[in-house]
């Protein structure tokens, strides 16, 4: 036990020196490594970073090369392929094949952390070291720059249009337009012209306000591809003289006046179909002799053939009373007969290049009622009646959208349902008419039609003598500004009468209006007329003369109050001719 003891001894400190030899050892070494490592780490600073590469820089190693560790010089592990046995995580320079591993690993992008170095690990970069490394492994490559953004933003951004994608939107309807006029030249004698109020109060053109602001102008009733406009007035007022008679025998009454109208307007996208129709009565309870009606009415289809080809059809129709003293009675009528005009036309059009040609045909009737006398005898008025046919040719050529010249040449007829009136006058006629005009829209706020020519008129009797008189029909549409709208009207012709000796009248209208918006939902409405009537062959002439002054205020889409003010004289040759009146009505208008 003795001797065995010193040997035990004698190897714990043989097992001691031995231990301090290698921890000497040991401390020399790291000592080594930590120097190897801080020159590298400046020689890695200084040195530049290496162009970047979207391929994969692992992809060119050999698959025994690519996974796994190894044992570096230091005697830890490291990562297989990272470059050779070198130690990465130690910051060693790694060694092995130059043109193989050494090549790859320079071609690695360097990702530098700031944190702080790993404790216990002496000379280490940093802890971020590994993750940047099999980050670098393990990512995909990405393409960052200009060209992906721009590639993005035409994808998600860009605006494609597509036609047949595109919905169509169709305006809402707010009003319908009103048909032109029809020319006075192409209609059967309008006798109740002889009435100058007529001119503002029920010409066609004149009898409503213009289109009123989109948030008050009434929608319609919608019917299928159809939208009806319906309106109804109702008014009370005072008529200073409600028989038209000369001031000595004139007796004013109190008024009331109910209106009724209906337009129409077809949605369809080529062609169409439209009109207006308007009726009313006034009564006066202090003369119910006084008391009429009046109506009219036109519509209109429009049928588009083809791109050059368009075919017009058109119904009118008038109805109105005779005043009492209208020269025509040729005697003091107590009653205020009727009168009604109606007809039809049917027209092609044809388009050749700039060259626009348009033939048209009509056919229109008069139908007189019989008159009243103070002693009850009836007046008969049957020989009135009368048939007219008539033939206008139009060309015209565009010579810029702005002004299109034309020339137009109308034949017409005149049959009369008795061959020979009461006082024995054959009044059947032919008539020509050659004028020469232009169609002028300097702006979309400007259009006009003028024109100007000569017609004759000749009778079968030869007691009646042939007239010859000068045309001028002139109409304007001036939209002054979107408050204020100028509208002018001037037509002549030579209109029929049942004097004695006189073989027609020759007439000239024109009408001026003004209407302009003081609110949205409040306009007022001016307007003059003037009425010249020279009956050939005997000394008759009558110049009329009418003012209208109308406010039409707007509570919403389907109520308005009116009030409106009318002044019409005639003064004549034929002092039993002559008269003037006033006349005031309020009323309420509603658009349902």
């Known amino acids: 036990m003795t001797g065995e003891r010193p040997i035990a001894e004698a190897g714990r400190r043989h097992a001691a020196v031995r231990l301090c030899g290698l921890l000497l050892c040991a401390t020399a070494l790291s000592a080594t490594l930590g120097g190897t490592a801080l020159a590298q780490a400046a020689a890695d600073q200084d040195a530049p970073p290496p162009a970047f590469e979207a391929g994969n820089p692992l992809a060119r190693k050999r698959p025994s090369e690519r996974f796994g560790l190894d044992t570096g010089q230091t005697g830890l592990p490291a990562l297989r392929g990272a470059g050779g046995s070198g130690n990465v995580l130690a910051g060693a320079q790694p060694s092995g094949d130059a043109g193989d591993t050494g090549d790859s690993v320079a071609r690695l992008p360097r990702f530098r952390s700031a944190a702080a170095p790993v404790s216990g690990i002496s000379g280490a970069r940093g802890a971020a070291a590994p993750a940047s490394l ?21 994808r998600t951004q860009g605006f494609v249009t597509d036609l047949r994608l595109t919905p169509v939107i169709q305006t809402p309807v707010s009003g319908v337009p009103l048909p032109a006029a029809v020319p006075l030249p192409t209609a059967i004698p309008l006798l109740g012209l002889s009435n100058p109020g007529r001119l503002l109060l029920a010409a066609p053109g004149f009898r409503q306000a213009g ?3 989109p948030a008050y102008a009434p929608l319609g009733i919608k019917l299928g591809t159809m939208t009806f406009l319906p309106a109804f007035t109702q008014s009370v007022g005072y008529d200073t003289n409600p028989d038209q008679t000369t001031a000595r025998t004139a007796r004013g009454s109190m008024a009331l006046r109910s209106d009724a109208e209906l337009l129409f307007r077809s949605d369809w996208s080529s062609s169409e179909l439209s009109g ?27 049928i588009d053939v083809d791109r050059d080809t368009r075919v017009d059809l058109e119904t009118r129709f008038l109805l109105d009373t005779q005043r009492t003293g209208s020269p025509d009675l040729n005697a003091a009528a107590t009653s205020r007969p009727i009168f009604a005009t109606y007809g039809a036309s049917a027209g092609v059009t044809e388009n050749f290049n700039r060259i626009q040609v348009t033939l048209r045909g009509s056919i229109d009737r008069q139908v007189f009622d019989d008159a009243r006398l103070a002693d009850g005898t009836p007046l008969i008025q049957s020989d009135r009646n009368a048939n007219q046919y008539g033939v206008r040719l139009r060309a015209g050529y565009e010579i810029s959208p702005v002004i299109t010249p034309f020339v137009e040449t109308l034949l017409d007829t005149r049959i009369y349902d008795t061959p020979v009136d009461q006082s024995g006058y054959r009044r059947d006629s032919d008539g020509v008419g050659l004028t020469a005009g232009a169609t002028v829209t300097l702006t979309r706020f400007v259009s006009a039609e003028i024109s100007a020519g000569l017609q004759r ?18 109409s304007l549409i001036w939209q002054v500004s979107p408050l204020t709208t100028v509208r002018f009207s001037q037509q002549t012709g030579v209109i029929e009468t049942s004097v004695a000796g006189s073989s027609g009248v020759f007439t000239d209208a024109a009408t001026l209006e003004v209407q302009h918006d003081l609110l949205r939902n ?11 009537s020279d009956y050939q062959g005997v000394q008759i002439k009558e110049r009329g003369y009418s003012a209208l002054a109308r406010v039409d205020y707007r509570f919403n889409r389907w109520l308005t109050l009116r009030g409106s003010y009318v002044y019409q004289q005639i003064t004549s040759t034929d002092r039993a001719s002559s008269f003037s009146d006033n006349i005031f009505l309020l009323g309420m208008r509603i658009n349902p």
């Open 134 to 154: 099999l980050r670098q492994r393990a990512a995909p490559p990405r393409r960052l720059g200009v060209p992906t953004r721009v590639l993005t933003r035409a």
């Open 211 to 213: 289109e009123a602001d």
């Open 522 to 532: 409040l306009s007022i409405t001016v307007g003059g007329g003037f009425l010249s």
């Open 457 to 474: 008129r000749d009778y079968v009797d030869p007691k009646l003598r042939a007239i010859t008189a000068p045309i001028f029909n002139a």
């Open 276 to 302: 207006e129709l308007r009726g009313g009565y006034s009564e006066f309870p202090d003369n119910e002799m006084a008391s009429r009606p009046n109506a009219s009415g036109v519509t209109r289809m429009r």
